[in-house]
């Protein structure tokens, strides 16, 4: 059952996304583009991330948005000078779910750091990313040398705000899936 809905739900997700790119022309983009890629657990079907793609379409300042829905990815492309890495994802948290209006995708930005190989490493990003304003919690993934940011409801931080921090703390940062800088 759960299935048939997925399937049916789906293809009214793809005539709404259709008819999205059909909307009046957003504003151009002005900054440098970000390249982000958000983890985004709340996926049951490949229609969630129809969904999600659909409605991040209308989200001014962003480019563009492709949810992989086996990896439960996003990958975003977004100018942060007309909305920042937290915006992003308080935007796919209040997109319309495919699966009902009281479920919600939650979305956390992944960050590169590639010196992070133990657990000391790992909680010096952790402590040091919880003390940016609009942060909520960074949780490190050891295998991936990642850490995924839950943003509070309120705030604007960006991913370079994000990876300054890092920085400054003594750890080499970036987007996660970028080439960092040696």
């Not at 480019?63 to 994802?89: G, H, M, R, W, Y």
């Not at 995708?105 to 490493?121: E, H, I, M, N, Q």
């Amino acid at each position: 059952m759960r299935t048939l809905f997925c399937v049916a739900t789906m293809g009214i997700m793809t005539l709404t996304a259709a008819s999205v790119g059909q909307e009046a022309s957003r504003q151009p983009l002005k900054g440098e583009l970000t390249k982000a890629i958000y983890m985004v657990p709340n996926q049951h079907c490949p229609a969630c991330g129809t969904a999600l793609e659909g409605a991040m379409k209308k989200v001014q300042g962003i480019k563009s948005t492709t949810v992989n829905f086996p990896n439960k990815l996003a990958i975003v492309e977004f100018d942060e000078s007309a909305i920042s890495a937290q915006e992003v994802s308080r935007a796919m948290f209040q997109a319309p779910h495919a699966m009902g209006a009281n479920m919600k995708y939650g979305a956390f930005l992944l960050l590169s750091v590639p010196d992070a190989k133990d657990k000391a490493t790992g909680a010096k990003a952790t402590v040091t990313l919880g003390k940016v304003e609009g942060v909520a919690k960074a949780v490190f993934y050891p295998q991936s040398k990642s850490v995924a940011i839950q943003f509070s409801d309120k705030g604007k931080a960006t991913s370079a705000e994000l990876i300054k921090a890092l920085e400054d703390a003594g750890l080499k940062a970036g987007q996660y899936g970028a080439k960092i800088k040696k």
